[in-house]
């Protein structure tokens, strides 16, 4: 998204949100357009405009949409086959069940996600090892409550702007950030 269609998307806006805009200054305005321009520089304007769209018409409260807020929507109306905990566990249940002799085979079948709650492979094969009431109780609550964690790093990323990963890897110096794409730094 370009400037001039951020311009249009913030006519929408206001239209939608008078009140949040009304004592903006020309400079203020030049400034809001050209950050929401950066914020969605990589989206384009008529996904952008449906988010916008959507929220106007789904949302109970009478302020403005934050580009946080236009982002999160963006992603969820993109992203329609995400797994929620309980699918992912069901995914590592069935892996487990061949998971004794095929556990490498059954862990790369995994969406990604999925293998980084899992964490290897072998983790797969050690699981398939247990007593059915163990494995089905501890590690599939412990299972669940990292997989969201997993989710909610990989969100965070897709909503992170592409500048702002750029000073995060060059913050990180060598350290290794698996949701920013693995290795970073030096």
């Known amino acids: 998204m370009n400037t ?43 996904a952008v405009n449906a988010a916008v769209e959507t929220l106007i018409a789904t949302r109970q409260v009478g302020y403005s949409p934050t580009i946080g807020e236009v982002k999160e929507k ?3 109306l993109v992203k329609t086959d995400e ?32 293998q980084k709650a899992v964490g290897s492979a072998e983790q797969l094969r050690d699981w398939s090892m247990m007593d059915e009431e163990t494995f089905q109780s501890v590690i599939g609550s412990n299972f669940k409550k990292t997989f969201k964690v997993v989710e909610e790093r990989e969100r965070q990323d897709a909503l992170m ?20 794409g693995g290795q970073v730094g030096r």
Not at 161 to 180: H, I, M, T
């Open 4 to 46: 001039a269609e951020a311009g249009m998307i913030l006519a929408v806006i206001k239209a939608a949100y008078p009140h949040s805009y009304k004592d903006l200054s020309e400079d203020d305005a030049i400034a809001t357009i050209n950050l929401w321009a950066k914020m969605f520089d990589k989206e384009p304007y008529e």
């Open 74 to 76: 963006l992603r969820s």
């Open 83 to 114: 797994l929620n905990d309980a699918q992912a566990w069901a995914l590592v249940t069935k892996a487990c069940k061949n998971g004794l002799y095929g556990y490498k085979q059954e862990f790369e079948k995994l969406p990604p996600p999925v």
């Open 161 to 180: 702007p592409d500048s702002v990963k750029s000073v995060v890897q060059k913050l990180a110096g060598g350290f290794a950030f698996p949701q920013l």
